[in-house]
């Protein structure tokens, strides 16, 4: 079974070890999205605002998707990160916004995230 992993120019560098996703083929496919902030393609640029970051982040997540020949009504889950309740309505929001009906299987966590600008990360699994 043949692993690829998608790391689209449009994108932030990668960290060390680390890729923007991996898909996996066989029968099917399955794509794994690491988790997203809200860097521009520099790497180092991010928005202070909780809205511009989450637009970043769905654009990354489009970005992934269509390297691997796959568009977002394929996200078969998501899980995202906030850096505190207080954004929790912007998130549906956004997710409303790109998703339309669409109903991933979805799961919220509030923590402290790893950098203190970052509002929000998301990951994501899509399959065909």
Request: net charge negative; glycine share 4%; proline share 5%.
């Amino acid at each position: 079974m043949p692993v690829i992993k998608h790391n689209p120019s449009e994108l932030f560098p990668q960290y060390r070890c680390y890729s923007h996703a991996t898909e996996i083929r066989g029968d099917s496919r399955l794509l794994i999205i690491s988790g997203l902030n809200g860097y521009l393609k520099d790497g180092q640029t991010m928005p202070e605002s909780f809205e511009d970051q989450a637009e970043i982040i769905w654009t990354h997540i489009q970005s992934i998707l269509r390297s691997a020949n796959m568009e977002l009504h394929h996200l078969v889950s998501l899980r995202t990160y906030l850096a505190g309740p207080e954004y929790d309505e912007a998130n549906v929001k956004m997710r409303v916004k790109f998703l339309g009906t669409h109903e991933p299987a979805s799961t919220v966590i509030c923590c402290q995230l790893l950098d203190p600008r970052w509002k929000l990360e998301v990951e994501a699994m899509a399959a065909t």
